[in-house]
């Protein structure tokens, strides 16, 4: 949540304290993943959500008790035939929120994030969420509780913060930096000691990633819509035609980058020089086989997110049967999304790319494309 992360870093770096709500768990239908988040600042300001509206009341209400205790709480929000007209999800889910004061002395961490983040670089925070000791209150400095709300920052090679015990520390920087390559954000359960097998240290890990790519090919009018689309979803967004005349940052002010070079040629570099991963979405729109076949082909020999191409199906077919011939398996030309989109019968440039982007969503997420009032069972598929 960057809008949410820039409020917080600011704020701090003014010296005003803020009270930061993250979502740290779900179960069932909740409406926001892991790591949906919330701020409240002391001047009453509030920026995020982590529920839609479901719970924001009450959760504004403890996050001013926090900002004034310092004390951190990890509470629970939830709905059932017994509690149906008390705070909770009316859409039947539970999500577990986490909200703690942060305050100048959290500087040094959201400092290093910052600079990461300005630097293109991935970042995570750890943060202790909940400890179990099962001691009394007062028990010392190395009493479990006293970790509630420790936080360990990573960014690349360098660590910031401490969870309170070097085995913990190192347990938790190593399945940390796994969930930041994934690109995700969520849950880690230790021993206090950071035994893997152990119980009683909740931490969460809210990562950072750099941005997922979508690389357009064919700097055409749907090319365009396709890119203000892909930046609306949050993509870094790259363009590339092998024709100068098209592929212009002024035909595509959305666009990340515009690169003038044969599509295949281009991807071959991307890829070698390890820039794509498996968040990558590739949107082939040239439909022209000396462009397509030799791009899909290599594409399609990836483990990219999704590779979509625009034509009609007798191209399609036609293009079906050059990649076969290429050598590509039964197993990879099933990946292929072609033709690109969905079935919403759009017809302009930005109807066509709402239906790539709504089968990019469903390829992301497995969703299946129909209509939720055809389907039964929860809506968000998050727990």
């Known amino acids: ?27 069932h239908s909740a409406p926001q993943p892991p790591g949906a988040a919330m701020v409240v600042a002391a001047d009453g300001t509030v920026v995020g959500s982590v529920s839609g509206g479901c719970v924001e009341a009450d959760l504004y209400e403890r996050a001013r008790r926090v900002l004034d205790t310092g004390q951190p709480e990890l509470c629970r929000y939830g709905i059932s035939d017994d509690d149906a007209y008390t705070v909770g999800l009316t859409c039947g889910g539970i999500l577990d929120v986490f ?20 630097g293109g670089q991935p970042a995570a925070i750890v943060t202790c969420v909940a400890a179990d000791d099962g001691t009394s209150p007062g028990a010392g400095p190395t009493d479990p509780a006293r970790r509630l709300g420790r936080r360990l920052v ?26 930041l390559a994934a690109g995700r954000s969520g849950p880690l359960r230790y021993g206090y000691h950071g035994q893997r097998r152990g119980d009683g240290i909740s ?11 979508m ?28 024709r100068p005349v098209f592929a212009t940052a002024r035909r595509f002010p959305e666009a990340d980058e515009v690169m003038v070079q044969w599509p295949h040629r281009y991807l071959r570099t991307e890829l070698a020089a390890d820039r794509l991963d498996e968040r990558t979405v590739v949107c082939v729109l040239t439909h022209d086989p000396k462009f397509d076949v030799p791009l899909l082909e290599l594409a399609l020999r990836h483990p990219l997110a999704y590779v979509g191409a625009m ?11 050059l990649l076969s011939e290429a050598g ?24 066509t790319a709402v239906s790539v982007a709504a089968q990019i969503v469903a390829a992301r ?3 299946t494309g129909r209509p939720l009032a055809a389907l039964d069972g929860p809506i968000h598929q998050l727990g």
Not at 312 to 321: G, L, M, Q
Not at 329 to 337: D, T
Request: hydrophobic fraction near 45%; include cysteine.
């Open 365 to 367: 997420w497995g969703g």
């Open 154 to 179: 990573l960014t690349g090679q360098r660590t910031v913060g401490s969870l309170g015990d070097d085995r913990l520390d190192a347990a938790a920087r190593a399945d940390a930096l796994g969930l």
């Open 99 to 118: 909200v703690e004061r942060v305050d100048a002395g959290a500087l040094p961490a959201l400092d290093a994030v910052a600079a990461a983040r300005r």
């Open 203 to 213: 931490l969460f890990v809210t990562a950072y990633a750099t941005p997922p790519r």
């Open 311 to 321: 034509g009609s199906r007798r191209t399609h077919d036609e293009r079906h049967k």
């Open 215 to 242: 690389i357009v090919f064919g700097a055409i009018d749907f090319a365009a819509a396709v890119t203000r689309i892909g930046a609306f979803l949050g993509y870094r967004v790259t363009v590339c035609d092998a």
């Open 1 to 27: 949540m960057p809008d949410v992360f820039d409020e917080v870093h600011r704020r701090c770096r003014d010296g005003e304290p803020v009270a930061l709500a993250t979502v740290v768990a779900t179960w």
């Open 328 to 351: 590509l398996s039964s197993e990879q030309l099933a990946r292929l999304a072609s033709p690109i989109g969905l079935d919403l019968g759009g017809r302009t440039p930005e109807e």
